[in-house]
């Protein structure tokens, strides 16, 4: 269990389930106000942003590796440093940011870039921090990170097992002792069947650790199904309308998503249940409409049982049908009339 805040996240409680801003705040902070009340109208328990500048995460070039090529990106032909410049939350926004998170009940916090970022963020008390896919094989930063003591989430998008060991072994030396690993695919949006959500068991079991899933795919069913799987934080980015545009919009969920996101999540724990089979208790008072064995038509004493006079029907308050092979041919000891449970004590040999 790893207690974040007020909320706890563990195998029996609720999905945790963070609102990513990113860059749609599209540059202007009063967006990204209405979107920490957005989020917070939805159900989500934390928003998250993203800590860093175009300085801090590359070099002002516009040639070779340093534009996307990717003829399939969401953002060809774009300089990194252009793209991270028009995607960065302003530092100066955080505090007010986290500021209407706590006021509405939701958990502030962020994922740095690099290590400036952390010493930013601890003089803001963050309660927890997040590594992003891309950083997940920097280990100084995960060092850093985890000497806060804080609660850790690292997403595994694109790294391989030898790569998340190394990440887990840097954050727990350096003293992380509560750790979230989510899964992650780390392509925008992300084909749903690209997921391999049964990777999350892994994860879990290898690690000995808390996980859930960082999700770029559309629409809410991969989320949901990680749920059942042992995911127990659910991240996805999130927008005030996918039409108004910005650098993440086009995979984020909006606001009625998010909403149905939170609302069918909370259903699926207590679902799970146990290894048992056989009637609930609410179903118990269903078995009386199951089909039974009854008298169809009146009979005397000494008469064949046949399929004419004997048959599966409802309700369920006779001999149970699979009996019914062993009856026919029998006769009954006695007058029965239309309508009667079929009982053992009526035939004969």
Known sequence: MIQIGKYSIGENEDPFVIAEMSGNHNGSLARALQIVEAAAQAGAQA????????????????ENEFVIQDKNSLWKNRTLYDLYHEAHT?????????KRCAELGMIGFSTPFDETAVDFLEKLNVPCYKIASFENIHLPLIKKVAAT?????????LATLEEISEAVDAARSAGCRDLILLKCTSSYPAP??????????LLKQRFQCEVGLSDHTMGI?????????????????????????GVDSAFSLEPQE??????????????????????????????????????????????ILTPKNLRAIRPGLGLAPKYYEELLGKKVKQDLKKGMAMKWEWVGE
């Open 47 to 62: 928003l998250k942003l993203q800590t860093y500048t175009a300085d801090t995460m590359t070099l002002n070039l516009s």
């Open 90 to 98: 302003p530092w100066e926004w955080h505090e007010p940011l986290f």
């Open 149 to 157: 003591k804080k609660p850790l989430i690292i997403s595994t998008g």
């Open 192 to 201: 749903p069947e690209e997921s391999n959500l049964l990777a999350i068991d």
């Open 221 to 245: 069913g991969v989320s949901l199904a990680s749920i059942a799987l042992g995911a127990r934080v659910i991240e996805r980015h999130f927008t005030l309308s996918r039409s108004d545009g």
């Open 258 to 303: 998010l909403k149905m996101l939170r609302e069918e999540s909370k259903k699926i724990v207590p679902a799970l249940g146990k290894t048992k089979l056989g009637p609930s208790e609410q179903e118990k008072k269903s078995l009386q409409f199951r089909r039974s064995l009854y008298i169809s038509e009146n009979m005397k004493a000494g008469e």
